[in-house]
């Protein structure tokens, strides 16, 4: 097969996906097909590919984050099933008013991935907060996944400087920054961000709320008790805390910080509920772990895919010969990289593990700070990662109980055109001499 056709192969298979992601089918058996589309077209052998190439990046995803996701999800359960989750919700409602439910959802979110929390792990523990606001409120449900992306996906992860997010720490690795790279420049695009999707959702909120909408109760909730006792706000913050002091301050493997976090509540809560409560609540968080998990690592076999034929390698060459300034370039090169693979991370360090090296000594002749260039690729790198079938996009449906046809719209302009915006912005301020 040409490189032409197996170029070709990557971008109709990836658009198979988004079509039929969008539609509403699984990406669990969608993504082997778009990666049958791409192994076909790109001239590897299809039950290699499927037994080997597949499985292993599917297995691989699956070995690395199975903990963080059940935990994750079992910290939401009992979070939820404890009224802990909605203590704090009330807690920060009266905080910001019932009014500024989202404002009031995105700092949640921001204070715990700048904090450290995966952003896996945020989407479960700050979901139910999110039910309790927006029921307050009156928003409807299908604009919480776009209210989270804004705290949890974005500026917290790419722009703001120091930020322990991993597409803030790959960069470091090849060009020998530190997170702090960049300040100023990634204060202005966080602002320009974080503050741009804020806008838009609440602008969204009040669109809908005149169109006629309000929120709709999730399948399955139990009827609420006006007579029911909350535990104590500051008891109920403990269990976040914790997360984000053992992540960051002793050090702590994220497994750890999160067991430590389920069992807390679990003990504190112990003499108000059931056991069979407590076990129930770990039961469903476990099985609502198993979804998500799965539909992500189909996605992350499709990328190991992509990245194994050999017209991959022929699109990195083009999209880094991009003309113009070199910022542009390797925007450009982790924006196609990161949007083909579907991951931030992946196609950030695909980008420069292939790359570093030429632009450092393009930074040496052109005066441009390796720093600048951390910062910029960072922000790229969390622009078209955030198609329809991103593994963080798709948990985040999944833990919602949102569609793409609910929700993905609102998302794409918090996750791809907010950050464009600012991206742009990023590169005309660098451009002009904005190096900080």
Same mark, same amino acid.
């Given at each position: 097969?040409?490189?032409?056709?197996?170029?070709?192969?990557?971008?109709?298979?990836?658009?198979?996906?988004?079509?039929? +992601?969008?539609?509403?089918?699984?990406?669990?058996?969608?993504?082997?097909?778009?990666?049958?589309?791409?192994?076909?077209?790109?001239?590897?052998?299809?039950?290699? %590919?499927?037994?080997?190439?597949?499985?292993?990046?599917?297995? /691989?995803?699956?070995?690395?984050?199975?903990?963080?996701?059940?935990?994750?999800?079992?910290?939401?359960?009992?979070?939820?099933?404890?009224?802990?989750?909605?203590?704090?919700?009330?807690?920060?409602?009266?905080?910001?008013?019932?009014?500024?439910?989202?404002?009031?959802?995105?700092?949640?979110?921001?204070?715990?991935?700048?904090?450290?929390?995966?952003?896996?792990?945020?989407?479960?523990?700050?979901?139910?907060?999110?039910?309790?606001?927006?029921?307050?409120?009156?928003?409807?449900?299908?604009?919480?996944?776009?209210?989270?992306?804004?705290?949890?996906?974005?500026?917290?992860?790419?722009?703001?400087?120091?930020?322990?997010?991993?597409?803030?720490?790959?960069?470091?690795?090849?060009?020998?920054?530190?997170?702090?790279?960049?300040?100023?420049?990634?204060?202005?695009?966080?602002?320009? %961000?974080?503050?741009? /999707?804020?806008?838009?959702?609440?602008?969204?909120?009040?669109?809908?709320?005149?169109?006629?909408?309000?929120?709709?109760?999730?399948?399955?909730?139990?009827?609420?008790?006006?007579?029911?006792k909350l535990p104590n706000v500051w008891l109920s913050l403990i269990p976040l805390v914790l997360?984000?002091?053992?992540?960051?301050?002793?050090?702590?493997?994220?497994?750890?910080?999160?067991?430590?976090?389920?069992?807390?509540?679990?003990?504190?809560?112990?003499?108000?509920?059931?056991?069979?409560?407590?076990?129930?609540?770990?039961?469903?968080?476990?099985?609502?772990?198993?979804?998500?998990?799965?539909?992500?690592?189909?996605?992350?076999?499709?990328?190991?895919?992509?990245?194994?034929?050999?017209?991959?390698?022929?699109?990195?060459?083009?999209v880094t010969n991009v003309p113009g300034s070199p910022l542009i370039s390797l925007a450009v090169?982790?924006?196609?990289?990161?949007?083909?693979?579907?991951?931030?991370?992946?196609?950030?360090?695909?980008?420069?593990?292939?790359?570093?090296?030429?632009?450092? %000594?393009?930074?040496?002749?052109?005066?441009?700070?390796?720093?600048?260039?951390?910062?910029?690729?960072?922000?790229?790198?969390?622009?078209?990662?955030?198609?329809?079938?991103?593994?963080?996009?798709?948990?985040?449906?999944?833990?919602?109980?949102?569609?793409?046809?609910?929700?993905?719209?609102?998302? +794409?302009?918090?996750?791809?055109?907010?950050?464009?915006?600012?991206?742009?912005?990023?590169?005309?301020?660098?451009?002009?001499?904005?190096?900080?």
């Open positions: 097969m040409s490189v032409g056709i197996g170029i070709f192969g990557i971008f109709f298979a990836i658009v198979f996906i988004t079509v039929l +992601a969008y539609k509403g089918f699984s990406t669990i058996w969608v993504a082997p097909i778009a990666a049958a589309i791409v192994a076909i077209l790109g001239g590897l052998n299809l039950l290699e %590919m499927y037994k080997v190439t597949f499985m292993e990046g599917f297995a /691989g995803f699956v070995q690395s984050w199975f903990p963080a996701f059940m935990l994750g999800a079992i910290f939401g359960k009992l979070m939820e099933c404890t009224n802990m989750a909605k203590s704090v919700a009330l807690g920060i409602s009266r905080l910001f008013g019932p009014k500024r439910a989202i404002v009031a959802a995105v700092v949640a979110g921001s204070i715990l991935t700048y904090g450290g929390v995966s952003m896996f792990v945020a989407v479960f523990g700050l979901y139910p907060i999110c039910l309790v606001l927006f029921r307050q409120a009156d928003i409807p449900r299908r604009l919480i996944p776009a209210t989270i992306t804004v705290g949890v996906f974005e500026y917290t992860m790419v722009c703001l400087p120091g930020s322990p997010q991993i597409q803030n720490l790959i960069p470091c690795e090849y060009f020998g920054t530190t997170p702090m790279a960049a300040p100023v420049l990634g204060l202005v695009c966080g602002v320009i %961000m974080g503050g741009g /999707g804020l806008l838009y959702v609440m602008w969204r909120a009040k669109k809908l709320k005149e169109a006629g909408e309000h929120f709709t109760e999730p399948e399955n909730t139990p009827e609420e008790d006006p007579n029911e997360v984000v002091v053992t992540l960051n301050v002793l050090k702590w493997d994220l497994i750890q910080s999160m067991l430590i976090a389920c069992v807390f509540i679990i003990v504190v809560n112990f003499w108000k509920f059931k056991p069979a409560t407590i076990i129930t609540a770990i039961n469903d968080g476990a099985k609502g772990a198993m979804m998500p998990i799965i539909s992500v690592g189909s996605i992350n076999g499709f990328g190991a895919v992509v990245k194994a034929v050999p017209a991959f390698a022929a699109l990195v060459e083009i090169a982790a924006n196609v990289l990161c949007g083909a693979t579907g991951s931030a991370s992946g196609g950030l360090t695909i980008t420069l593990s292939t790359l570093a090296e030429r632009y450092i %000594m393009i930074a040496q002749q052109t005066g441009i700070p390796v720093e600048v260039m951390h910062r910029i690729v960072a922000i790229a790198a969390g622009m078209m990662d955030t198609v329809p079938h991103n593994g963080a996009i798709l948990t985040l449906l999944a833990v919602c109980g949102m569609t793409h046809k609910d929700s993905y719209p609102d998302i +794409a302009v918090c996750t791809i055109g907010m950050p464009m915006l600012s991206l742009i912005v990023g590169i005309i301020l660098a451009s002009l001499g904005l190096q900080f």
